[in-house]
Every structure is written in structure tokens, then in C-alpha cells.
């Protein structure tokens, strides 16, 4: 779908900062994140949304979005993480491929503004949680049932 922005980072004619990746999920940064370390995890197949995803997508979707919140609170040293998923323009949502927002946050709670990153912030946000995302697969992490082993 040439007018996703999505399809397009996923078919690589559109640049993302690409944290996870496999044959089914992917899960890049956001380019205007609501706090350092916004990921948005997504099936590489186009469903427009939540009602468009068959079951097994939508598992491994969600699967993969518990391991980068996992990643993202043990990289980025975040007190919390919020997962979001919107679904019609009416509830949020502004690109129409169903995607989850995986959200840290540091302390400070509930913050509405975005500010884009730079190259410098986004690579090491992607390497800290890259990271953090080895040592879950290698059983270094504290909690390692949730390693990527069928990816």
C-alpha cells in the first residue's frame, strides 16, 4: 500500500528507525514520540486496524509488544510503560495499519505533548533497547520467559 507510511518503512522506501524486526512484526520508533523510547510494534501485512487483524496476528502482535515494553523499561531505565492501540480516526488513530504504541515514562506521568528526536537520540534509543532486547534473548535479563526464540 503505497500510501501507508507504515508499508512503506516496512518495504524499506521509507526511512524508520527499526528497533525489532522479523518475518511477521516489526516494531520501529515514533517519529514524534510522546516520551524518549516511543515504539510503535505492527504486523508487516497491512490490517487497517483492530477489526481487520485476524487472531494469530494480532497474538503475535501483542506477544512482541510485551517484549519491547519489557525492553524498553530495562534499557531506557523507565518507571512505567503504557500500551496503547487506537482504532478510527474518532479514537486517535492517524495511520490506518493497525499498530500498538508502546509508551515509557519517567517519573513524571501523563505527558500530551510530542517533540521529534534527533539522529543522535534516536540511534541510541534504538541501541539501548536493541540492547536490552539481546539480553532478554541470551537469559541475561532478570525475567527471560518472554524471549524471542521462534522469531
Known amino acids: 500500500m503505497d500510501e501507508c507510511i507504515f508499508c512503506r518503512i516496512i518495504e524499506k522506501k521509507a526511512p524508520g528507525y527499526i528497533v525489532y524486526e522479523d518475518d511477521e512484526v516489526i516494531a520501529i520508533l515514533d517519529k ?8 510503535l510494534v505492527m504486523p508487516k501485512r497491512h490490517y487497517k486496524d483492530i477489526f481487520e487483524i485476524p487472531p494469530e496476528a494480532l497474538c503475535k502482535v501483542m506477544r512482541i509488544t510485551k517484549l519491547m515494553a519489557k525492553a ?8 512505567g510503560v503504557r500500551l496503547i492501540q487506537n482504532n478510527g480516526s474518532s479514537a486517535g488513530q492517524v495511520v490506518f495499519h493497525f499498530h500498538v504504541h508502546v509508551i515509557p ?3 513524571g506521568g501523563y505527558r500530551a505533548h510530542r517533540v521529534e528526536l534527533s539522529e543522535g537520540e534516536a540511534i541510541e534509543v534504538v541501541s539501548k533497547v536493541t540492547e536490552a532486547l539481546r539480553k532478554v534473548n541470551e537469559g541475561t535479563s532478570p525475567k527471560n520467559e518472554d524471549a524471542v526464540t521462534d522469531a
Not at 514524534?32 to 515504539?39: E, L, Q
Open 32 to 39: 514524534y514520540p510522546i516520551n524518549k523510547g516511543h515504539i
Open 105 to 107: 515514562y519517567y517519573g
Open 72 to 79: 524498553v523499561v530495562n534499557g531506557l531505565k523507565a518507571d
